[in-house]
């Protein structure tokens, strides 16, 4: 995007259509003076929406986001800690209160105006814009690989530089010294000429009176001291200890335990209950039937059936009650559906075209395919998935006198609240909710049913309750990653290159770019057709990446064999327009010593995606014997343009590469007479630690914008798996998971 000049911002009107004179009147200033009592306490001042000093000299980061156990505190922590010359080891984070002075105006920044070069007199007035307009969404939410790269990069790092120009500017007048010659360091102002020196914290009173500069100067990557550095994460010596507080060790005076059952076919209702034996039991206090709810958030809206729990003094009783409840469910339209009849309408409608939507269309295909020495055809599939993250969802909730507390772990505090108090009829400002430490989130942690439930349940029952859900109805009441079938051509001239690529598949969300392939190939015809189900979907570890991941690196192998080509060769001479792409996937081959031969029965696989501003290529070596599989090796490359936290990203690429190989090897929520099959880990389970390959990560700073490093790690897995396998066994997986696949050589 082209640099703004106050010819075109007055033109523009700001974003869109808000006019000047609105920008002009809510150019933020500081709010440090309107926050303040929603986050601090005696001894600290709040010097930026983001940042407060107390006076110890220790700094806080105010972060906007959820920790699920990615490390965004620290690496956000790390951001603002090295613009400001700040002492990490006087560093904390907390997270930002859920109240709408608190939406997360700097990840709207990003996601809007990234890449955008604005002069500085424009910026205050943006950014008032982009604080209403973030205020107005709920924009509170950790998910998309987004934290880093928008919040961290246009809201910590900003707040940190200008926090100490802030500080420097107090020093120079308390001392009657010149600006320029003040100091800061290590958390400490000094002037060198005077030999004067103080702590931050003797400044923050006189600095919180400042209006932080909307354009302060930030570091370039070789000033860097703490970005980039191994550096002690501040959450785990309580997640180590056990002093870590998440939703579930929640405890409040009173408190009843609940748990919840909906109806097995997604659709369906309550048609009669019998709980007489359920109120026998010791310490059953009620059965409650909770109404069917429409909800609409940032990240999606949802409908949730009539669900059915029981409340008890205990969890255990909660779950024995539940157990012995006798529910008859209405009969629906899709008691009959199965995932063979769902994958049967994906294939007729592709088969059919219904309503095709294109996605990408370049060059002449149809000429192409006419035209070649081969055309290669093949058809892939997933299935759905489910999250099942470590922590099941829970919540507490407390309703009394017309208002509600809630403590819970959710990934959009903002978009919860709001939910709880509509499901309530209650003002949003009568809703306090206390966002936990999470274990996992995924994007389960998006939609707030649990947490619209609970607040349900306490208002029925007129006590604090904390409703768990059981691993299984976690897993049979999910919004699941969806099925989806997809079916390629691709056409070969004589000399074995790749003239043409033709691919439709069933279903879409998002990103858009999902299915789009980075390989150089005249003619392009990528598109989609609707074909919706009953079953309800969601947003899982990388989206719509997952899936295309698999599908498109799957078949350029597939193409790679036909032409009788190396399959690293193959992407490699077709990747030379992009060299970021290209260095990745060399850089993966070298340390996998892709040419290295392996013994028989032995394979590797190659695989290359970019998604959340990242680029990951991953090589996975196998062994496969008499039809038995041994994932041995993964060696994974990232280009997240820098890496912030590199152990921190490391972890995310380890983390994202076992999500996605559990699912590859073994993930699958099946659909049968309209319900799901699965129910807990015995049935759909994940890699064990004995199971888990050795795992290299290497990452490529190449200074570029930054990308994520959450959900980057998993789209690859799959396909090199697969690969992996052919390289093997000459055997092409076509539909995962892999553990429905025979594997003999």
Request: contains cysteine.
């Amino acid at each position: 995007m082209g640099k703004w000049t106050r010819r075109g911002f007055i033109s523009a009107g700001v974003i869109a259509g808000g006019g000047l004179v609105v920008g002009v009147a809510i150019r933020p200033g500081n709010r440090a003076s309107q926050l303040t009592k929603h986050v601090t306490d005696d001894g600290e001042t709040l010097l930026h929406t983001w940042v407060k000093l107390d006076s110890n000299n220790v700094v806080t980061a105010i972060v906007p986001h959820s920790e699920m156990g990615q490390g965004a505190g620290t690496a956000l922590a790390q951001m603002l800690a090295d613009e400001l010359d700040a002492d990490w080891n006087l560093v904390r984070f907390e997270e930002a209160p859920a109240i709408s002075e608190f939406a997360n105006h700097s990840m709207a920044k990003g996601m809007l105006l990234a890449g955008v070069d604005m002069p500085d007199f424009v910026v205050p007035t943006v950014d008032g814009v982009l604080i209403r307009t973030a205020q107005a969404l709920d924009l509170q939410i950790t998910g998309g690989s987004l934290s880093v790269r928008t919040t961290g990069a246009f809201g910590m790092r900003v707040a940190g530089a200008a926090v100490k120009d802030m500080l420097r500017n107090a020093a120079a007048e308390a001392w009657q010294v010149p600006v320029e010659e003040v100091v800061a360091s290590n958390s400490q102002m000094t002037h060198k000429a005077t030999g004067q020196s103080a702590p931050y914290s003797a400044f923050a009173a006189a600095a919180a009176t400042m209006t932080p500069p909307a354009s302060p100067t930030l570091k370039t990557p070789d000033e860097f001291k703490i970005m980039g550095r191994h550096v002690q994460r501040h959450d785990l010596p309580s997640k180590v200890d056990g002093s870590a507080i998440f939703a579930l060790d929640v405890r409040v005076p009173n408190m009843l335990y609940a748990t919840v059952k909906r109806a097995p076919t997604f659709g369906g209702d309550v048609e009669r209950i019998d709980d007489t034996l359920t109120r026998s039991i010791k310490g059953v206090v009620d059965v409650v039937r909770l109404p069917a709810a429409d909800v609409s958030a940032l990240l999606g809206s949802f409908s949730s059936t009539e669900s059915v729990a029981v409340v008890a003094d205990g969890y255990w009783q909660a779950k024995t009650g539940m157990d012995a409840l006798n529910i008859e469910w209405r009969a629906t339209d899709n008691d009959a559906v199965s995932s063979e009849t769902i994958y049967a309408q994906f294939d007729r409608d592709i088969s059919a075209a219904v309503d095709r939507q294109p996605d990408l269309s370049e060059g002449d295909v149809a000429g192409s395919m006419a035209s070649a020495a081969e055309v290669i055809e093949a058809d892939y599939r997933v299935p759905y998935l489910a999250h099942t993250c470590m922590e099941p969802l829970n919540a507490t909730a407390s309703v009394k006198d017309g208002f509600c507390e809630m403590w819970i772990g959710c990934q959009s505090p903002l978009s919860f609240r709001q939910a709880v108090a509509d499901s309530l009829g209650f003002e949003v400002d009568n809703v306090t909710l206390h966002n936990c430490f999470m274990g996992g989130g995924f994007g389960r942690k998006s939609l707030p049913d649990y947490a619209v439930q609970a607040a349900q349940l306490a208002a029925k029952v007129g006590r604090p309750v904390q409703l768990i859900w059981s691993r299984e109805e976690d897993v049979q009441q999910d919004f699941y990653r969806p099925a989806v079938h997809s079916r390629f051509r691709g056409a070969l001239d004589s000399a074995g290159n790749l003239t043409a690529w033709e691919n439709t598949y069933a279903g879409k969300m998002e990103p858009v770019e999902a299915p789009v392939i980075p390989y150089t190939v005249a003619a392009k015809d990528i598109g989609h057709v609707a074909s919706p189900t009953h079953v309800p979907l969601g947003a899982w570890r990388s989206v719509d990446h997952s899936q295309h991941g698999f599908f498109t690196e799957s078949f350029i192998d597939e193409v790679a064999a036909a032409a009788g080509q190396d399959a690293y060769a193959y992407r490699a001479a077709r990747l030379k327009h992009l060299p970021r792409q290209l260095a990745v996937l060399t850089k993966a081959a070298t340390e996998a010593q892709w040419h290295k031969p392996l013994a028989p029965g032995r394979g590797r696989g190659i695989a290359l995606q970019e998604s959340f501003g990242s680029i990951v290529a991953e090589v996975v070596e196998v062994t496969v014997d008499d039809g038995n599989l041994s994932v041995d090796r993964v060696v994974a490359v990232i280009d997240a343009g820098y890496a912030i936290s590199p152990d921190g990203m490391k972890a995310q690429i380890e983390s994202g590469i076992i999500y996605g190989l559990s699912a590859a090897l073994y993930g699958e929520i099946t659909i049968k007479d309209g319900a799901v099959a699965e129910s807990n880990f015995h049935d759909y389970p994940s890699v064990r630690m004995s199971k888990a390959p050795a795992i290299e990560t290497h990452i490529i700073n190449s200074g570029e914008a930054m990308g994520g490093a959450g959900e980057p790690g998993t789209p690859p897995i799959a396909p090199a798996l697969a690969n992996a396998i052919f390289n093997a066994t000459g055997n092409r997986i076509r539909q995962l998971p892999i553990k429905n696949s025979a594997l003999n050589v």
